[in-house]
């Protein structure tokens, strides 16, 4: 079955750079999420969207900004970047009104 | 916001042998999911529990949905090497459309051959 896709898998930045990661959802799936994880930490949310409208927001820094797009997919654009911002981010898809979440297998940003 | 309190923090165990570990909150969820992560890889969802006092199982993992809508625990019995990894429960919140997780801090298994 298809899964949740994200790209890059992997992103090397230096401090001050902008990161642009985006999420392609499960067919079919309306709603994504966007979660951080730290090292050794537990996936934190950030923000969500159904319907290309943002649904809820989380502990999202303000130089953190994201949108969903018409055909689903998702980009997360992050500037300023700073060593803090080194983390797994995961983009998780679901149907509206489903309470599953499928995660992707993230993207490890790494800041310099 | 919520906060789940997740335990135990990790477990030793020798293959064969059953686990449990569970969650709880001061608040109350709608729904209870539970994961189960790789090192660098998404969380993958194994149960979801929509109902106080459901009881679902998945294979060898048995996972139950507290009745004070407050805790839940996740049991795998007969464990395997391939068991190994992180096991994080997460929550939904009450009411709304909104559907984002809250996550517990997660159990490290590892599995002994």
């Known amino acids: 079955a298809a899964g949740v896709i994200q790209s890059p898998r992997h992103l090397i930045k230096e401090k001050r750079e902008t990161a642009t990661l985006k999420c392609y959802p499960i067919p079919r799936h309306d709603t994504v999420y966007w979660y951080q994880q730290g090292p050794g930490q537990d996936p934190q949310f950030l923000i969500s969207f159904y319907e290309k409208m943002q649904s809820d927001k989380g502990s999202i820094p303000d130089r953190f900004s994201a949108q969903q797009f018409s055909d689903y997919h998702s980009e997360l654009n992050m500037s300023s970047l700073e060593l803090g911002d080194s983390a797994l981010y995961f983009c998780?898809?679901?149907?509206?009104?489903?309470?599953?979440?499928?995660f992707g297998p993230g993207t490890r940003l790494t800041v310099t | 916001g919520q906060q789940l309190n997740q335990s135990p923090q990790s477990m030793f165990i020798q293959e064969g042998e059953d686990v449990s570990m569970n969650c709880t909150s001061s608040s109350i969820f709608n729904t209870w999911l539970w994961y189960k992560q790789d090192p660098g890889e998404g969380p993958v969802l194994l149960i979801a529990l929509y109902k106080a006092g459901e009881l679902t199982s998945n294979g060898r993992l048995t996972a139950q949905f507290g009745i004070t809508r407050k805790d839940s625990f996740l049991n795998i019995s007969a464990s395997i090497p391939s068991d190994v990894g992180i096991y994080f429960c997460?929550?939904?919140?009450?009411?709304?459309?909104?559907?984002?997780?809250?996550f517990g801090k997660g159990t490290l298994l590892t599995v002994n051959p």
């Open positions: 998780a898809s679901s149907q509206q009104g489903s309470h599953e979440q499928y």
């Open positions: 997460a929550g939904q919140e009450r009411g709304g459309s909104n559907y984002k997780l809250t």
